[in-house]
């Protein structure tokens, strides 16, 4: 191998393909035209006289080559970045970079609109996408350098974590407005439900894989009751339309809760058990500590997500 022929660039664009397999997405992630990509891996196969990538149906495939250097080249990469971070300024005003930052639905209507407001007056140049993935994979989402941040409920990480707390929120109980059974019980916004009252009313409930338990099953359980379960989806606002045009109940956190209520029109009330109080939390990776680009946009996210301490917890934990 010519290693006097070897690049920073060719390598990136090799960790880029590893991760991508797709020569525009490669492009993409380290903002080159596939054409440029396609020209660097090129000058690749000729370096290490392999084939690297091969076509197999629709996709591109690493060769066993090309998985043996993998690794070495994502460690060089990132020893390099942490090298560097310390030195490299960041001028938001100029900058170009995409940031890939894992959330959920709730996330997303959280966050992403107060940050686009702040990111485009302050680098209208940067890109930001938000990833809906699973909370089981943000450590190797992570890991592997696919996101650069995961905004998520506080979980058990490995110590080459960072993370933040960012707010603290608990579960509400949502209802059609003026809904009939809880106007007749005299039951009022943010009183809470008796337990008969609030198993008796079909629920729809979010979860990601259809289970058809949450927060609250136990603690009824454990009193006698259950509730009833009419309908699961995999995300909050699935939920929040299903209470207003249905008039199911449907169990939302209570930042969420308070921004979609006016629009869907929705009252918000407690259940009838106190709901466990959640951190919100913002994770990255420890090579990333000091990046200055990096560092810049955790504040901007920590400035958006600072949601403060809602008055209904005192009402909820009394």
């Keep these: 191998m010519n290693f006097a022929a070897v690049d920073l660039n060719l390598l990136r664009v090799f960790d880029a393909m590893m991760l991508e397999l797709n020569t525009t997405r490669a492009g993409e992630r380290v903002g080159l035209s596939q054409p440029a990509v396609s020209s660097a891996l090129g000058r690749l196969r000729h370096i290490t006289g392999d084939a690297l990538f091969v076509r197999e149906g629709n996709c591109m495939v690493p060769t066993a080559r090309a ?76 890991a592997d350098g696919t996101v650069d941040m ?13 993370q933040r707390t960012l707010h603290r929120s608990f579960i509400v109980t949502a209802a059609r407005k003026d809904d009939r059974l809880l106007a007749a019980a005299g039951i009022s916004p943010w009183q809470r439900i008796p337990p008969e009252l609030y198993c008796a009313i079909p629920q729809v409930l979010m979860s990601m894989d259809g289970g058809r338990t949450g927060t609250v ?47 869907l029109g929705l009252d918000l009330f407690l259940p009838p058990i106190d709901p466990p109080l959640l951190d919100a939390r913002l994770f990255w990776h420890r090579r990333q500590e000091g990046d200055a680009a990096q560092v810049w946009l955790r504040e901007r996210v920590a400035q958006v997500l600072d949601l403060g301490r809602p008055e209904a917890v005192s009402l909820a934990m009394a």
């Design 67 to 142: 998985q043996q250097i993998s690794s070495p080249v994502k460690a060089a990469l990132q020893q390099l970045e942490e090298a560097l971070a310390s030195v490299v300024r960041f001028d938001p005003a100029s900058a170009t970079e995409t940031f890939r930052i894992i959330g959920s639905d709730y996330f997303s209507t959280l966050l992403m609109p107060g940050l686009a407001r702040v990111v485009r007056e302050q680098a209208p140049g940067v890109v930001l996408q938000m990833l809906d993935v699973p909370s089981r994979e943000i450590v190797a989402r992570l």
């Design 150 to 162: 995961a905004v998520d409920a506080e979980f058990e990480t490995p110590d080459w974590i960072c």
């Design 217 to 263: 099953d136990r603690a009824l359980a454990e009193n006698g009751f259950v509730r009833q379960v009419a309908m699961t989806v995999p995300h909050f606002q699935a939920v929040a339309l299903a209470v207003a045009e249905a008039g199911l109940l449907g169990s939302l956190p209570v930042h969420y809760a308070r921004r979609v209520a006016p629009v």
